[in-house]
């Protein structure tokens, strides 16, 4: 996984500061009628200097990322955690957002899925 991290999230140059997070992509299972789905991603910075994250947005409005303070600063050697939360239509069965992150390292991209399987049909129902 950390190397396809690493695809997503380059450094910009050699002895840059890397940021590593713990997963590029994350997909969680929600049951029918949920309206949200939460899920977080771990960064830690594996260099021996300060990255700084100064944004983050998402591909759509439905979708929240969130960090404990912005910019968000990581020491080295430390961690922190981005928080989404993805807001469900009635509906929807399979949903993909984009969470793009900016920082003092790069730019990276993660993604998170959301997987809610259609309600089972009744056996009498026809």
Do not use: H, Y
Not at 46 to 73: F, G, K, N, Q
Not at 76 to 101: C, E, K, M, R, W
Not at 105 to 119: D, E, N, Q
């Amino acid at each position: 996984m950390i190397a396809i991290a690493a695809l997503l999230c380059p450094r910009m140059a050699l002895g840059a500061p890397a940021l590593i997070w713990d997963a590029p992509a994350k997909t969680i299972v929600v049951a029918p009628g949920e309206t949200q789905a939460a899920l977080s991603f771990t960064a830690v910075n594996a260099s021996d200097a300060e990255i700084v994250l100064t944004a983050v947005s998402t591909s759509c409005r439905c979708t929240r990322a969130v960090l404990s303070s912005m910019p968000c600063r990581i020491a080295p050697g430390a961690s922190t955690v981005l928080q989404v939360v993805v807001a469900l239509a009635p509906d929807a069965t399979d949903v993909s957002q984009t969470i793009f992150v900016e920082s003092n390292a790069g730019s990276c991209r993660l993604a998170a899925s959301v997987r809610r399987p259609s309600s089972p049909k009744r056996a009498d129902a026809r």
